[in-house]
């Protein structure tokens, strides 16, 4: 089975502290994305990587950026929290050029900014 | 712009009846549709449809795709309480190696037993 696992499920941070949330997935799997979600908003892809040390700004990046110096890992990192960036953030992953293939999300990790 | 809309936003009916689920969806280089359960955890993957007018079954659910009108259904029979949930539905799209997931806001499904 596919295992996404996040570094916290719940954290409590404050205006203006730099957060990072890491990401790992055990399947080899190329493609890995953070996405936060919303009440009435859905989930909002904020930043994609297709590979090791490449990522792709998703439809939210501002405010936000990512690290994948692994393949296993990426990590989103909120460089100075704002109490806007309160939400549930979703990391997920599946293959490269995946037409046929899921994503595979993790558990979740639901941030306070206070 | 590339959009997922879903409809109803939310739905209650009582355990055994047939629930119809609506995805609609505008995007470039569509790939495929995806539809995923989402309790109070991740979401769970239910089906990728990538061809028109073929059903795809999983027990009690089924989805079918309609690429000419951009939509697609997702149908729960003799519901239960256990399929009270949101569900999302995902437009899948974008060039081969930097495919990318739009979804919509989801239907929260509500079963009264």
């Known amino acids: 089975d596919v295992k996404v696992t996040q570094s916290s499920r719940y954290l409590v941070k404050r205006t203006g502290e730099k957060v990072f949330l890491e990401c790992v997935q055990d399947?080899?799997?190329?493609?890995m994305f953070w996405y936060r979600q919303d009440p009435g908003l859905g989930l909002r892809l904020i930043y994609f990587?297709?590979?090791?040390?490449?990522?792709e700004k998703g439809d939210i990046p501002e405010g936000y950026s990512v690290s994948r110096e692994k393949k296993e890992r990426f990590s989103l990192i909120l460089e100075s929290a704002s109490t806007n960036q309160t939400s549930m953030y979703l990391c997920?992953?599946?293959?490269?050029?995946?037409?046929?293939?899921?994503?595979?999300f993790g558990p979740g990790t639901r941030l306070t900014v206070l | 712009e590339d959009k997922v809309v879903q409809s109803p936003l939310s739905l209650v009916v009582h355990e055994g009846d047939t629930v119809t689920l609506n995805c609609s969806y505008e995007?470039?280089?569509?790939?495929?549709l995806l539809w995923y359960k989402q309790e109070k955890k991740a979401p769970t993957f239910l089906f990728m449809l990538?061809?028109?007018?073929i059903e795809k079954k999983s027990g009690r659910l089924s989805s079918i795709l309609d690429k000419k009108e951009l939509f697609s259904i997702l149908n729960i029979t003799a519901t239960q309480t256990g399929d009270s949930a949101v569900y999302l539905c995902?437009?899948?799209?974008?060039?081969?190696?930097?495919?990318?997931?739009?979804f919509g806001t989801g239907t929260r499904l509500t079963i009264i037993p």
């Open positions: 997920a992953s599946s293959l490269l050029g995946a037409t046929y293939n899921e994503q595979f």
């Open positions: 399947m080899d799997h190329e493609n």
């Open positions: 990587s297709y590979d090791v040390k490449m990522k």
């Open positions: 995007v470039t280089n569509f790939r495929s």
């Open positions: 990538t061809s028109s007018g």
């Open positions: 995902a437009a899948k799209f974008g060039r081969f190696g930097n495919e990318k997931l739009t």
